[in-house]
């Protein structure tokens, strides 16, 4: 039964104290490097457009991919009007088979 299930949140100052444990550097040099990893990759994948999809890979076996949506019209289905969903980029993780079996090793 889902209800019975816990879900363990990890945050992300409890994954910049295991990593500064786990190589011995500061917790505010791994806070730094990890918003400098996020800002990249927002950069990259916002760099999406009609004519180039982006893949960033994070990890052996994990990307984030980011693809242009260009401007499309919709229909409102509470009030039947047409209405104008502006351009955006769609983005998605992707999981290889060498991923997963890493995390199902020992399971």
Partial sequence: MKKDRITEKVRPENLVEQIANKTYISPEAVSVILGAVED???????????????????????FIEGKYQGTKETENNLTGETIEVPERINIKGRFTRVFKEKINKDA
């Fill in 40 to 62: 990249v990759v927002i950069n990259k994948i916002s760099s999406a457009s009609k004519d180039k999809d982006v893949s960033v890979k994070l990890f052996d076996g994990f």
